[in-house]
């Protein structure tokens, strides 16, 4: 499977401010999905990261709060907005290398707004 | 929704076989049951997926019933590091990123106990 590294790891930020999370892949791949993980709860997707276009976001997600980037088949970027303590989740990238295959997962951005 | 139903939670010896159920009544006939796993502090990992036929790999068997209406992972020989939340997911396989996107419930918390 598909080596994806998530950076950073951990990030502690302050409200209103914003950060961007990177997801690298170690070989091209055709989709690349973003999840969020609330505190003890199970995963939830944001958005399909389509390459060369805009993203597909789920019900619930906006652009604005959840801008994402996807310039290449190997990386692709998620930028969470005007963060507020309720922003706080771990966010996960995860790619396939085509719609018969699985998806696998990094291990995820933890965020903590204070 | 999440398509599938899951005990909330398991326990197991160590060395013994875990058998980890999962009811997917509404399953279509282009649907494929999915298992994946996290460990904590992890992203989800990969496991393995049927249609209807039983699957094995090195991690795992799955047994689908006749019906499909339910499945059954067995982890063979559990081990301490097999203590996990396990995800049962039915997923269409197709073109398009709409089709490939995983819908995650709330899984089986499974306790190896030495």
């Known amino acids: 499977s598909a080596v994806i590294s998530q950076k950073p790891s951990r990030d502690i930020c302050q409200r209103g401010t914003s950060l961007t999370i990177q997801c690298q892949v170690d070989?091209?791949?055709?989709?690349m999905f973003w999840y969020r993980q609330q505190p003890g709860q199970s995963l939830t997707l944001i958005a399909t990261?389509?390459?060369?276009?805009?993203?597909?976001?789920e019900s619930g997600f906006v652009i604005d709060k959840f801008p994402i980037s996807r310039p290449n088949l190997t990386f692709s970027t998620l930028t969470v907005s005007n963060m507020s303590p309720e922003d706080s989740s771990i966010y996960l990238c995860?790619?396939?290398?085509?719609?018969?295959?699985?998806?696998?997962f990094g291990d995820g951005t933890r965020l903590s707004i204070l | 929704d999440a398509k599938t139903t899951q005990p909330p939670s398991m326990d197991c010896a160590e060395g013994r076989a875990a058998n980890l159920p999962c009811n997917h009544s509404?399953?279509?006939?282009?649907?494929?049951v999915y298992w994946y796993r996290q460990i904590h502090s992890q992203g989800p990992q990969y496991i393995i997926h049927?249609?209807?036929n039983n699957e094995t790999n090195e991690m795992a068997s799955l047994i689908i019933t006749e019906d499909r209406k339910s499945s059954t992972l067995i982890l063979p020989h559990a081990t301490l590091r097999d203590t996990a939340v396990y995800y049962c997911?039915?997923?269409?396989?197709?073109?398009?990123?709409?089709?490939?996107?995983?819908?995650f419930g709330t899984g089986t918390l499974l306790a190896v106990q030495p």
């Open positions: 995860s790619v396939s290398r085509g719609s018969n295959q699985p998806q696998h």
């Open positions: 070989s091209q791949v055709t989709m």
């Open positions: 990261a389509n390459q060369g276009s805009e993203a597909t976001y």
């Open positions: 509404t399953i279509s006939g282009n649907e494929y």
């Open positions: 049927g249609l209807k």
């Open positions: 997911i039915v997923r269409v396989v197709g073109y398009g990123g709409a089709t490939n996107k995983l819908i």
